[in-house]
């Protein structure tokens, strides 16, 4: 039996369960650009909406072992050296592919910092504040939830910080 496209995820439930209110926002499928960046932009493209509202999700390991969640603008990169000191770390290095899975129980593309395994430190870039309602992936790709920052940042105790990389 084929799945439904529009079927709702953990995220939407845990979002139901916690009564926070959301849209959810379901897109096809495809192969897009290469790249987290790239595949974000387009994403929010297809959709008509504005790169700077989606955030994409980033698992990094600290110099301690510690597992940090990082969620800035899909047009960004995470500067690593930002990242850590919001995190209070020496330093922190992104997951490898291959250990996404099995830290967060999300496979890349389809990784939200709501409904993780376990609880990690969030930290989402700033200018989340900035915007009434932001988009963040809904737990599987092919399928995001747009709600307001400061419920997704109650809900997931996260902060804020400066974490993205000066344009040159």
Do not use: W
């Not at 959709?47 to 989606?54: N, V």
């Amino acid at each position: 039996m084929a799945k439904n496209k529009e079927e709702k995820t953990n995220v939407m439930r845990i979002l139901d369960q916690k009564k926070i209110p959301y849209t959810a926002r379901f897109y096809e499928e495809s192969e897009g650009p290469e790249g987290t960046r790239e595949y974000g932009v387009h994403i929010a493209q297809t959709l008509g909406q504005d790169p700077a509202r989606g955030f994409k999700t980033l698992v990094a390991r600290g110099a301690s072992g510690g597992i940090y969640v990082f969620e800035v603008p899909a047009a960004e990169n995470l500067d690593l050296k930002k990242a850590a000191r919001a995190a209070g770390e020496k330093s922190v290095e992104l997951l490898h592919v291959a250990e996404i899975n099995a830290v967060t129980g999300y496979i890349r593309g389809g990784c939200s910092p709501v409904g993780m395994k376990k609880a990690y430190p969030v930290i989402f870039h700033q200018t989340a504040l900035d915007y009434e309602t932001i988009y963040i992936s809904g737990g599987r790709i092919g399928a995001q939830v747009e709600a307001a920052p400061g419920d997704l940042i109650r809900l997931l105790r996260a902060q804020t910080a400066d974490i993205i990389a000066n344009k040159a």
